[in-house]
């Protein structure tokens, strides 16, 4: 139950074109999900993150959208550029229980110029 | 302001050997945690702390031991070394304050473990 799911492993995008994420959870006390965006060699950075209570977040290019009946959510990133090429981790938590993080396995994409 | 840093950035082992792990945040976080990343397998938390003086186990303790006996500092310390510790290990912190979520965590640049 404490599992984070997360598709797909590896993506490669063209420059300009929308990357999609996807990451699912079984635990409903899960009350708080956040992207974090690792580049190499450097650790992981909040990117975006969003809580049960509204269904999408838009931060610039980056937006997550949240579906609680499915449990799932996922991040969308809009005109992808070689620079967003990095690893992205979705995680959950239960908000007031901050050591209750739990991230998923990761996603690799490379943007092509 | 460093934010979160840790010492050192490289360690290679042998089996048996001991080692510390020294993270370091000036950002006055109660919360500290230690994570290992595996290929594949995400950030797994090792043990955190909540505050000064506090330590509890994470998803995957065993084999590791922690110490947090100023605020600003966190220790992982691996008593007898072993392959499968070949990992890299993340050190990270968050804020807490009354009736709020510890939502952002500030993570460490790594430090890059093998043990032969």
């Known amino acids: 139950q404490q599992q984070v799911k997360q598709s797909p492993q590896s993506l490669i995008v063209q420059k300009g074109g929308i990357s999609i994420i996807n990451c699912a959870y079984e635990n409903t006390a899960f009350d708080y999900f956040p992207w974090y965006q690792q580049f190499p060699g450097k650790g992981p950075a909040l990117l975006i993150a969003i809580r049960p209570d509204v269904s999408e977040k838009k931060e610039g290019r980056f937006t997550i959208s949240f579906n609680k009946s499915a449990k799932q959510f996922s991040l969308h990133i809009m005109d992808s550029q070689p620079g967003d090429s990095a690893t992205y981790f979705c995680a959950a938590s239960i908000i007031n229980y901050g050591q209750n993080f739990v991230f998923g396995p990761g996603t690799r994409l490379s943007v092509l110029p | 302001n460093a934010g979160v840093t840790q010492t050192p950035k490289f360690r290679v082992l042998k089996t048996g050997q001991s080692m510390t792990l020294l993270c370091a945040q000036d950002m006055n976080h109660e919360y500290m945690y230690w994570y290992r990343q595996d290929p594949g397998m995400g950030l797994r938390l090792i043990h955190y702390?909540?505050?000064?003086?506090?330590?509890a186990k994470g998803e995957v303790p065993d084999g590791y031991n922690v110490s947090r006996l100023k605020k600003q500092n966190f220790l992982l310390g691996l008593e007898s070394a072993a392959p499968s510790q070949t990992s890299v290990y993340f050190c990270a912190s968050s804020l807490w304050t009354s009736g709020r979520a510890r939502d952002t965590q500030y993570f460490g640049p790594g430090t890059r473990l093998t043990v032969l």
């Open positions: 702390s909540v505050g000064e003086g506090t330590t």
